[in-house]
């Protein structure tokens, strides 16, 4: 199964709860999901339902804040 | 005590910072501690596993709130979906509605912005746009049920200061929702006239961030943004294109 994660390709089986842990990587300050927000095909995935099991072809984005105006 | 509510949420400071453009963490957080202000706005962007901390620690040290904004959105889909991705993440549903048209001028594109804000409206969002300074366009925004309106001075970064005073002030009068002037501020003095000209509020980020001592750029803009709100509550003096001397010519000496 192949899905994008933050613009990159990967492969295999995956939750969303799998693929956020592999955005957030080692320096994962951010691991309880604090100030965190996920897209599923450009759809909100709420934390309760980070559970789900992602699809072959899902583009997900995993999101934080930046300095920004 | 004269505080700016806007949705119901009151502050004592007149002054919006935000925080794009800073060089450092902690320069950003003596800048947000020197402006005085209890809003900062912040971007939504994909996690950087390498990034040492993160801009939420430093507004939480700093005990200001946040406002996400939909900076680099150019669709009134994608800024919809990325407000709510926002409310996700930082749990508030107030959010900067930036709509632009072009990467070059940043200018907002009034068409998607309102096709947005009527959505998020609808979502119960409490929507805060950056528009153009057209009347029209922050009146039809207002009827939009948008909690404030926020007309820009000059395009983003570009510190030219209030390009349309007569425009701003038009929008000043009519609004009976907050007017923050938000973009184009260069100096304390441009934050002051946009509070004289009547607007509720100031919001400015690169002045700030970018002038050469942060810190002591935001404690003018606060001082500027207070100056000013008093100069527009005071009453400023009549134009007159002729002197009118201060001091009576009665009994003058015959010298």
Not at chain 1, 20 to 47: D, F, K, M, Y
Not at chain 2, 82 to 92: D, G, I, V, Y
């Amino acid at each position: 199964m192949k899905f994008a994660l933050n613009g990159r390709a990967h492969d295999g089986p995956a939750t969303v709860a799998d693929a956020v842990r592999s955005a957030l990587g080692a320096a994962s300050a951010a691991a309880s999901g604090r100030g965190i927000a996920v897209a599923v095909n450009g759809e909100v995935v709420p934390r309760s339902e980070w559970h789900r099991p992602l699809r072959d072809g899902d583009a997900v984005e995993v999101l934080t804040a930046t300095q920004g105006g | 005590m004269d505080e700016l509510a806007i949705a119901g949420r009151r502050f004592g400071s007149r002054l919006i910072l935000g925080t794009g453009g800073a060089a450092n963490h902690a320069q950003l957080a003596d800048a947000i501690t020197a402006s005085g202000t209890e809003l900062v706005t912040v971007a939504l962007r994909r996690v950087d596993p390498a990034a040492a901390g993160s801009v939420l620690d430093v507004i939480e040290r700093c005990g200001v709130g946040v406002l996400p904004n939909t900076a680099g959105c150019r669709t009134a889909e994608q800024a919809v979906r990325t407000a709510r991705l926002a409310r996700e993440a930082f749990a508030t549903d107030w959010v900067k509605l930036e709509v632009i048209g072009d990467e070059d001028s940043l200018l907002p594109d009034p068409v998607e912005l309102l096709d947005a804000a009527e959505t998020l409206v609808g979502e119960g969002f409490t929507v805060l746009p950056y528009t153009n300074d057209d009347p029209i366009l922050a009146r039809r925004l207002e009827e939009a049920g948008c909690a404030a309106v926020m007309p820009l001075a000059a395009p983003i970064g570009t510190g030219l200061g209030i390009r349309n005073p007569h425009n701003l002030a038009l929008i000043c009068e009519q609004a009976e929702v907050p007017v923050i002037c938000d973009a184009g501020i260069g100096t304390a003095s441009d934050a002051a006239q946009a509070m004289e000209l009547g607007c509720s509020a100031v919001l400015l980020a690169t002045a700030v961030t970018r002038a050469a001592d942060p810190a002591l750029m935001a404690r003018a803009m606060r001082e500027a943004v207070s100056a000013g709100r008093a100069a527009r509550l005071a009453g400023r003096i009549p134009r007159r294109p002729l002197a009118r001397a201060s001091t009576s010519f009665e009994g003058i000496a015959d010298l």
